[in-house]
């Protein structure tokens, strides 16, 4: 004859496991990165050549988000998916910003 | 043996449930469309739907909008509303301000949509630019077309700003963009290309039908051609004596400080130029790497795709602040006395203009402003 969990037990067991999970999956957002050590416009200058050799890709610069946040928007002639799948999400430890620029044309007439 | 009930089942199923909700509640990386984070320019898509009125999501915020905007425009310092998308790419109503305001001015949520301020600077009825294009009485202000007297090639003439005044060497030169005054390189369809001592007009070929002869003689060009080797898109033309008023003045902004800053992000800036007139923006960006493609001559080939660093970014949507033909425009502060130069302007798009940082300018040319 088997032994089991009476029902309170069993609810007791339930409970537990998803405050446990809960925890788990709410950790990562109560961590925020720290500021790169690094200055955005030396990542630029380093991590630059690479990113413009993307085709598509116009151009990238140092900004700030509404938030205040240092980031690095990446210029694109286009909003393809083919191009912007292959942006990365950092550089530097900088969140990466798409800004669709279109192409950067001298502005004589 | 142990018997599953219908009854564990169901609770069973529930915690399950419960759990992935919880979960993709609490994950940092919320789902977006477009990955990595998109900027908000509001022409991009948003799940694959194209942002316009004739979408029902949009539309309803514009009904949030539309019952909001008395009790915001009441908050001093508003000077309109709009509906767009905040940083993360979610519709929101835009707020648009005279300048930032602080924490708590503005409420963050209306009826649980974000609220995204937007610093665009006191709004005003445009400059028409007329009077950047018509021929002057002499001396000149800067901020006017001109360009270079030969510029007409391939059945195009063309031409931009002449933006304002520097000193080199106890003379005056008249400062646009390389490719504005000395980018003719190549005999191609006029036979001619750029020469130190060549006349720079006013207004450029383009306001005057192409027709040299009624425009008139400011400046000759100095021969000093920037591009492809430096990081700059700068001419400088020598002014011819009595052409060019002395101060520097440039229409509709004035004369300017001597003295030059350099750029910062959020800084209101201002600029006097051919195309768009006197118009104004902010400093979105700095520290840019951006490339840029270079014709031959007036409607030539290609010549050569140059690759600035260290830039600076404008916020430039709708052409609103830099269009064709505003090119060699000088970017100052804008405040309304002596404003400092910042950059020369050269590049852009219909949602980003660029400009060359002013120290970089002057220290190539050896030149400084002419100002207070």
Not at chain 1, 41 to 47: C, F, P, T
Not at chain 2, 291 to 309: H, L, Q
Not at chain 2, 341 to 365: C, E, Q, R
Request: charged share 15%; net charge positive; proline share 5%.
């Amino acid at each position: 004859m088997g032994r089991s969990l009476s029902p309170g037990r069993r609810a007791a067991l339930a409970a537990l496991g998803l405050v446990m999970l809960v925890v788990a999956a709410c950790r990562g957002r109560a961590r925020s990165p720290e500021p790169p050590a690094e200055p955005a416009a030396e990542v630029i200058v380093r991590e630059g050549p690479a990113i413009m050799g993307i085709p598509g890709v116009a151009g990238l610069y140092e900004g700030r988000s509404p938030g205040g946040e240092t980031v690095i928007r990446v210029m694109l002639v286009s909003a393809a998916d083919s191009l912007v799948r292959r942006i990365p999400r950092r550089l530097g430890g900088y969140r990466v910003e798409i800004e669709v620029s279109g192409e950067i044309r001298p502005l004589d007439r | 043996m142990a018997v599953f009930f219908p009854r564990r089942a169901a609770i069973v199923a529930s915690l399950i449930v419960t759990a992935a909700l919880v979960v993709s509640g609490c994950s940092k990386d919320r789902a977006n469309p477009l990955s990595p984070t998109t900027g908000t320019d509001l022409g991009a898509t948003k799940n694959g739907i194209t942002l316009s009125l004739a979408h029902p999501a949009v539309r309803g915020v514009t009904e949030v909008q539309d019952r909001h905007t008395a009790e915001l425009m009441a908050i001093q310092g508003v000077v309109g509303t709009a509906t767009g998308l905040d940083a993360n790419g979610e519709l929101a109503v835009l707020v648009l301000t005279e300048h930032e305001l602080g924490a708590g001015r503005l409420p963050t949520t209306i009826e649980g949509l974000p609220v995204v301020q937007e610093v665009t600077g006191r709004i005003r009825a445009m400059d028409s630019g007329a009077a950047h294009k018509v021929k002057q009485t002499v001396p000149v202000q800067m901020g006017t077309s001109g360009g270079w007297r030969y510029d007409l090639a391939n059945g195009y003439c063309c031409g931009g700003t002449l933006g304002s005044l520097v000193l080199k060497g106890g003379q005056q030169y008249v400062l646009s963009n390389y490719h504005v005054l000395e980018a003719d390189i190549v005999s191609g369809g006029n036979s001619r290309v750029a020469t130190a001592g060549d006349p720079v007009v006013q207004p450029g070929l383009i306001d005057i039908s192409c027709n040299a002869a009624t425009g008139q003689n400011v400046a000759t060009l100095s021969g000093i051609k920037s591009l492809p080797s430096s990081n700059v898109d700068a001419a400088i033309a020598q002014v011819v004596s009595g052409m060019v008023r002395t101060d520097g003045s440039i229409i509709d902004v004035g004369t300017i400080s001597a003295t030059t800053q350099a750029a910062a992000i959020g800084q209101a800036v201002k600029k006097s130029g051919r195309t768009t007139g006197l118009t104004r923006s902010s400093v979105t960006g700095l520290n840019a790497t951006v490339s840029v493609a270079y014709d031959n001559e007036c409607a030539g080939g290609a010549a050569f795709t140059k690759t600035f660093t260290g830039q600076i970014v404008i916020k430039n949507r709708g052409s609103r602040f830099l269009n064709g033909g505003d090119s060699g425009s000088l970017m100052v502060q804008d405040v309304t006395t002596s404003p400092r130069a910042i950059g020369l302007l050269f590049a852009g798009s219909s949602s980003t203009a660029i400009a060359n940082p002013i120290g970089h300018v002057l220290s190539f040319l050896g030149a400084s402003m002419v100002g207070n």
